[in-house]
């Protein structure tokens, strides 16, 4: 059974910083693309960023560009995001994903097969 369960959220002020991580039992993140999405309360979900092991590539959203990061590190079944200079407007649900490498554009949610419970960040001004 596949388990993504997400840890790290929290309450912060604008640039603060924050690091999630996504643990994953039941598969071998290297062998998966990893999406990070978040939902806003009101909003659709939408694309954060996401890592291609095979490829080493990882792939960010416009409006975290610069500031989201995830670091790779093979030695462990984890997928972390690293959240700097946070601003309210990323106040929302943060998910982990995993899909297989061919899936289709690495932004669409529906291509993804596993999902997480989610990690909630609320960033205040």
């Known amino acids: 059974q596949v388990q993504l369960v997400e840890s790290g959220g929290g309450l912060v002020q604008a640039g603060d910083l924050l690091r999630l991580s996504c643990a994953a039992s039941?598969?071998?993140?290297?062998?998966?693309?990893m999406g990070w999405f978040r939902q806003a309360q009101g909003k659709e979900r939408e694309f954060v960023a996401a890592i291609t092991w095979s490829g080493e590539g990882t792939y960010y959203a416009s409006s975290v560009k610069g500031r989201f990061i995830i670091p790779r590190d093979d030695t462990k079944n984890t997928v972390s995001l690293q959240l700097n200079s946070l601003k309210p407007e990323d106040t929302a649900n943060y998910y982990c994903?995993?899909?297989?490498?061919?899936?289709?554009?690495?932004?669409?949610?529906?291509?993804?097969?596993?999902w997480g419970q989610g990690t909630q960040v609320t960033v205040s001004s």
């Open positions: 994903a995993a899909r297989r490498p061919a899936s289709g554009p690495l932004y669409n949610p529906p291509d993804y097969e596993y």
């Open positions: 039941g598969l071998t993140l290297r062998s998966r693309v």
